[in-house]
Every structure is written in structure tokens, then in C-alpha cells.
């Protein structure tokens, strides 16, 4: 069974993606309005009777603005986890269900799955979401591709990927000097050479679409990234996923018999106890 996606934006103005089948679909964050989610979904003629669930990824502001009247508008379950509810003080009037890593879960013919990441929130989880026959994948907000990251990706028919700032931009730009270190830290953001070599390193035979997400608007440029990964994309699609509009609908499909390499799930402590880097 094939998948739908969209990014209904993607950048520190606000985070939300779109995926789901004929049936149901779920959305990644909500961190723009109510009314800006309903207009970009029309817009692509994406129909929010078909969200079942919206997954928050952590607290932050730009993930999570738009969540309790989407929910309580459209009467849409929140999946999220306790210190990020608390870490956000959402107030949220309808269904919340609570999640944990590595247990997926099932809203018809989906499946999403939550795995921990690096990054400086109380309680951060990037998703993967699966029909039968194909994953998308969602990995932003990430201090660095730790294992799990890894792991996930490499199960991915398409994935948004954070290319969140180039290194040259940063360094000379504007920012005070705690900031950007932050930014480029074990629980800041991925460069874009750290995206590409992810990528690069791990992207399976059969991801059709990779989305590069969540650029910053001062420390990175569309065309920077679309230099750095067309020329090795092979048969990957890039797109850039926008901080001001929705992208199109992209189909998602299985075009080939799924290998996926195995890994062995760790326990996820401080980035010096890791064992798999890029």
C-alpha cells in the first residue's frame, strides 16, 4: 500500500508534515495555525477528515503553536509523550494518547513509531510512519545521526531530512557565539554535510524522495543544498521543503523488493556512549 505526503511547512516559523493512505493519515507536529493547516491541505486537496492522529516530536514552539486547536477543532488525538506535554504547558481538551519508543502504533492500515534522538528538549522522538509495503521517515530537529537515527533511515522509501544550516553561513553570520554553538552541537541541529552524509552512507536502494527539511532562514540557502545533493541524488528525488508554503502531494510507492539492513537497538545515553556515528 502506497503513502501521501506533504510538508505543510518546515523551518523555526513552524513544523508540520503530512502522511497517510486512501484512508487515514496522521500529521507529524503542528506548529503552524489551525487555519494556515486547513488552507495548505486544501490547497494540495489533502482532507483533514482523514487525520486520525497528530505526533508531537517534542516542545518546542515550533512544533507544537497550532496542536491544541487543531485537535480540539477537528477532534483529533494527540500523541505525545508526558515530559513534552508538560515541557510545552499544553492545555489540550480532547483525546491524548500517550506513546513510547520503539512501540508502534496502529491507526488502520498505518503504523507509527517513535524513536529517541538527540536534541535539547525534554523528551525528543523522531517517527517513522509504514503501510505494508513502504516507510516515510521524519528526522529533523537532530543534534547528530546517532543510531537510532541510522537505523530508521535506513528503512525509509522517503524521508524529510534536516539540512538545517551550512557551516560557512553559520560561522560568519550574525548570531552570538552561544547560539551557534548550540545550533551545531550533539543536541542542536544537522548541517548540511552531516545530511549528506547520511544520506550518502545510509539511504537504501529504494528511497524514491528525500525532503530536505527545517532550513534555517539566516544560516542556510535552497540553492546551497540543492548544489550539495542533485549531483549525488542517483535515483532520489530531492525536494526542498519550504518555510513559507505546503510542497505538492508526492506518492510514495514500493518500486522494488524491500531489503532493509538490521541493526541492533541500543539504549540511547550521552553521545560519547554511542558506538555507530557518521
Known sequence: MSLFVSSLNSGSNGNCYYVGNEEEAVLIDGGISCRETEKRMKRVGLSLKKVKG???THEHGDHIHGVPVLARKHKIPVFITQPTLQGGRLVLEGRVEAFRAHEPVKIGNLTITAFPKFHDANDPHSFIVSSPTVTVGIF????FPCEHVIGHF???HAAFLEANYD??????????YHL??????????LSNKQAMELFLTHKASFMTHLFLSHLSQDNNRVAIVQKLFTPVAGGTQIIVASRHRETPVYHIRNTVNRMVRTWKRKTLNA????????
Do not use: A, M, W
Open 154 to 156: 535506513q528503512q525509509c
Open 54 to 56: 497528530i505526533f508531537i
Open 167 to 176: 557551516e560557512d553561513l553559520l560561522n560568519n553570520g550574525r548570531y552570538p
Open 180 to 189: 551557534k554553538e548550540r545550533i551545531r552541537g550533539d543536541k542542536g541541529h
Open 140 to 143: 529533523t530537529d537532530i543534534g
Open 271 to 278: 553521545p560519547e556512549q554511542l558506538s555507530l556515528f557518521v
